[in-house]
């Protein structure tokens, strides 16, 4: 005859080692965002930390610095995912709940934030613009994760500058802008991520200065040189022509976070109902 303990036993092995191994994998992303975040702070302001001018981190640099972000979402994920580890391995009711509890609230959040996107669409396009025209073009030459990140979006998604202004906006930068007291090379010029044939030198060499003086053109010259259109616009434009690629990306990060909560909940139940039998 089976013990009491056998037979009221109710908590799957199962779904206890998946719970575990799930939060174990994004324990370990987590833990990666980590490092490879703060070595890139590191890298980025080595230069700064060799000094003396004793100039700190204002709460924009921590705002708008990639690595930074990188490390808060990791550190994130890291704690998290950290709950859900010991909570599965332990079953420990506390842990799990709060791992399904939180983890609950930040997918509410971001259904509320997709939500107030959407129907206030113009409004958030029109800050975000705004937002990455002061942050991201002026900045550019300031801050190597901004300027590898802008690089990569102009040739991504064939583009140049923020706004519907396109290669005009690159005036805001104090490198391109057209002042007569600009004394820059590259004085009314836009990167060369802007250009449509940025190797046109050769292929295996970029010809950095392909933008140079593009400001100057009218928008018809200027298009058979370089990429006139802003960013914002083309990265709606590309998303509206492909809105699979969208909703992929959404279930993709909707899934894990609902596969989460509903294991960890799952296994919370099954705890309590063992803890019920006992008594």
């Not at 705004?130 to 994760?145: H, I, K, N, S």
Request: charged share 20%; aromatic share 12%; proline share 1%.
């Amino acid at each position: 005859m089976a013990s009491g303990r056998d037979s009221d036993s109710s908590v799957s092995p199962i779904i206890k080692y998946l719970v575990f191994i799930f939060n174990f994998l994004f324990w370990l992303i987590g833990l990666a965002l980590i490092g490879i975040g703060a070595w890139a702070f590191l890298e980025k302001n080595k230069l700064e930390y060799n000094t003396d001018s004793g100039s700190g981190l204002d709460l924009y640099d921590i705002t708008f610095d990639l690595s930074i972000i990188m490390m808060i979402i990791g550190g994130v994920i890291f704690v998290i995912s950290f709950l859900g580890c010991i909570g599965a391995l332990r079953e420990n009711l506390c842990l799990l709940k709060t791992f399904a509890y939180v983890l609950g609230f930040i997918f509410l959040g971001e259904v509320v934030l997709a939500c107030l996107a959407f129907v206030f669409s113009s409004e958030v396009k029109a800050k975000v613009t705004d937002l990455l025209a002061m942050e991201g073009l002026e900045r550019y030459r300031e801050d190597d994760d901004f300027r590898n990140l802008i690089d990569w979006t102009q040739k991504t998604f064939e583009c140049c500058g923020v706004s519907l202004k396109g290669y005009q906006d690159w005036s805001r930068n104090v490198y391109f802008n057209c002042t007569d007291d600009n004394r820059s090379v590259e004085r009314c010029g836009v990167p060369y991520s802007c250009c449509r044939q940025p190797d046109d030198i050769e292929a295996t060499i970029i010809n950095t200065a392909c933008g140079h003086k593009t400001q100057e053109l009218s928008i018809y010259e200027a298009k058979g040189i370089i990429f006139t259109d802003g960013c914002v616009g083309s990265i709606i434009g590309f998303a509206e022509n492909n809105l699979y690629v969208v909703g992929g990306v959404a279930i993709g990060l909707a899934v894990p976070q609902l596969l989460g909560i509903f294991l960890s909940r799952l296994l919370s139940n099954q705890i309590e109902d063992t803890r019920a039998n006992w008594v």
